[in-house]
Nanobody, 127 residues
């Protein structure tokens, strides 16, 4: 059974940092692309970042470039999202998702293109 578990819920002040992690199971890690999305209160789900662990493709939405870094630890089958210089507008539930490489040639796709989703982890940034 495919599962994705997201960890790293937290409350921090503006300027602080968090590092949520995504731990997939039930599939071969290298065969999938992993994305991070977020959804704030009353907002649409937004693509934040993604990575293809097998070829190191990475993507960042403009609003997080220079502040967020996505990495994968292939030995641990884990994807991390290092979030620095956090802003109140980063407050959201963060979700990780996975799509098979045979289905998508890139990780940079809409949320509807991802097949598997984690439960979400709450990130709150106070001003």
């Amino acid at each position: 059974e495919v599962q994705l578990q997201a960890f790293g819920e937290g409350l921090v002040q503006a300027g602080g940092f968090l590092r949520p992690s995504c731990e997939p199971s039930g599939f071969t890690f290298d065969d999938y692309r992993i994305g991070w999305f977020r959804q704030g209160p009353g907002e649409e789900r937004e693509r934040v970042s993604c990575i293809s662990p097998s070829d190191d493709e990475r993507y960042y939405v403009n609003s997080v470039k220079g502040r967020f870094t996505i990495t994968s630890d292939n030995a641990k089958n884990t994807v991390y999202l290092q979030m620095n210089s956090l802003k109140p507008e980063d407050t959201a539930v963060y979700y990780c998702a996975a799509v098979n490489k045979s289905i998508s040639l890139t990780c940079n796709i809409w949320a509807s293109g991802y097949d598997y989703w984690g439960q979400g982890t709450q990130v709150t940034v106070s001003s």
